[in-house]
């Protein structure tokens, strides 16, 4: 990808230092786009660190959220600075190929938009489009986790659950763009309701609605509990560390429904790393023990175990945002 526009005009005859100064000057912006709010890092040209990071609302009266995002970006471009290309971490359902969105309720005004076409026509820069949990599980991989494995599975365990899958170095996005849903998967035919409408998904049973579900219905039906209402996931994690019965029964359940659901993923692609990451992952042993008793239990052979690593995600919230770099910088 090449350094474009130039605000410092390409002269043939400009010297090699200056070719230096205006590449050395060049940078990556990674972004990455939710319901409530955007952020972008300012990247400078090979590193990994960032130099700046911004964050507004994804909404603000008056405007658009496509006007925030460009907004956004010209807030956090440095004067003196040229962008190189820009990587964007987005939700819903979309088409990486075109930069095309194709469902997302929370921003309904970039459905059937090619994102990196008008920022490109706004900012003049090259742009790409990646769903956030596929690019969170590159931001693992390339910056993470992830590090040094060809084979590796992501799950972003939180209010719902996504994911991504690499492969022998790339990234399983499917003819659309579709593929890697690993939250909605059925595992329950005849299971809660998901968000999406569908019942027994994965994200229905082990997401942190799910488990905070699971402990209000428990409540209402007279179990005994150091608990009541309806918790929150955070509220319940601290009642299972301090011993409550329904509490820790609420992790181990959505351990055991991760951990099947894990074992079918070894058993489908055969990874040498499963990464957890999103809020709830931040509980540790309380869903990690339970995932990987289960595994272990569930797996067709102990040779999918061979070399197997089930782990924390290290760049927590970061993750999108790296893999939007990652993307920017056409490393996957």
């Known amino acids: 990808m090449g350094i474009w526009p130039l605000k410092t005009p390409w002269k043939p005859e400009s010297s090699l230092v200056q070719r230096a100064i205006i590449f050395f000057m060049s940078i990556n912006l990674a972004i990455d786009v939710g319901g409530t709010q955007m952020r972008a890092a300012v990247f400078p040209k090979g590193s990994e660190t960032p130099s700046s990071q911004t964050r507004i609302r994804t909404y603000a009266e008056g405007t658009t959220s496509l006007d925030r995002l460009i907004e956004l970006i010209r807030q956090v471009t440095p004067a003196d600075e040229t962008i190189d290309s820009i990587g964007i971490a987005a939700p819903g359902p979309l088409d990486p190929k075109t930069g095309v969105i194709l469902a997302a309720p929370n921003l309904p005004e970039w459905i059937g938009v090619s994102i990196p076409a008008r920022l490109k026509e706004a900012?003049?820069?090259?742009?790409?489009?990646?769903?956030?949990?596929?690019?969170?599980?590159?931001?693992?991989?390339?910056?993470?986790?992830?590090?040094?494995?060809?084979?590796l599975v992501y799950l972003t365990v939180s209010t719902g659950i996504g994911g991504g899958v690499i492969s022998e170095d790339h990234l399983l996005v499917g003819a659309h763009g579709l593929g890697a849903e690993l939250g909605h998967v059925t595992i329950l035919p005849d299971g809660p309701i998901c968000s999406c409408g569908q019942p027994g998904h994965l994200e229905a049973l082990a997401s942190g609605p799910a488990i905070a579900k699971f402990v209000a219905g428990q409540l209402e039906a007279g179990r005994p509990s150091s608990l009541s209402g309806t918790p929150e996931t955070k509220a319940i994690s601290q009642a299972a560390r301090e011993g409550d019965g329904l509490a820790q029964e609420a992790f181990q359940r959505a351990g055991h429904f991760l951990g099947l659901m894990i074992a079918n993923y070894l058993m489908i692609f055969n990874p040498t790393i499963v990464i957890l990451g999103g809020g709830v992952s931040l509980t540790g042993e309380l869903l990690?023990?339970?995932?990987?008793?289960?595994?272990?239990?569930?797996?067709?052979?102990?040779?999918y175990l061979e070399d197997l690593e089930i782990t924390q995600a290290a760049l927590g919230d970061d993750a999108g945002l790296y893999g939007a770099l990652a993307l920017a910088r056409g490393e996957i």
């Open 123 to 151: 900012v003049g820069a090259p742009a790409f489009l990646g769903n956030d949990a596929n690019l969170a599980a590159v931001g693992e991989w390339r910056y993470g986790a992830g590090r040094g494995h060809h084979h």
């Open 288 to 303: 990690l023990d339970p995932v990987q008793k289960t595994v272990r239990e569930s797996v067709l052979s102990s040779h």
